[in-house]
Nanobody
Framework: QVQLVESGGGSVQAGGSLRLSCAASGTTYSVCYMSWFRQIPGKDPERVALASVPRGDPTYSDSVKGRFTASQIVGDKTLFLHLQMNSLEPGDSGSYYC????????????WGQGTRVTVSS
């Protein structure tokens, strides 16, 4: 089992920045990918950043490319995936979830509880 804890959400004005953090613990040796997803009301869930473990090499959705930066830290028993979000727009408002995908799985296997981001105009 992998446990995920997100932090760092909050409210900010358009053009501002927030940094989300995710800590994964448990059977992290089985994890091959970490991601940040977001759920914006009225829209399908969107994977905004994907990083392979332990290499990193994050990729981004087109909607956040150039504004969001993911950084991964691989500890002995804990994995971290931070998401620096700059130039935030009201359309970025939603719930953000950290996920992991275990090696060999075709889909994400573990989800955090989510953290809320609100961007006001």
């Amino acid at each position: 089992q992998v446990q995920l804890v997100e932090s760092g959400g909050g409210s900010v004005q358009a053009g501002g920045s927030l940094r989300l953090s995710c800590a994964a613990s448990g059977t992290t040796y089985s994890v091959c990918y970490m991601s940040w997803f977001r759920q914006i009301p009225g829209k399908d869930p969107e994977r905004v950043a994907l990083a392979s473990v332990p290499r990193g090499d994050p990729t981004y959705s087109d909607s956040v490319k150039g504004r969001f930066t993911a950084s991964q830290i691989v500890g002995d028993k804990t994995l971290f995936l931070h998401l620096q979000m700059n130039s935030l727009e009201p359309g970025d408002s939603g719930s953000y979830y950290c996920t992991t995908r275990r090696c060999g799985s075709p889909a994400d296997t573990d989800w955090g509880q989510g953290t809320r981001v609100t961007v006001s105009s």
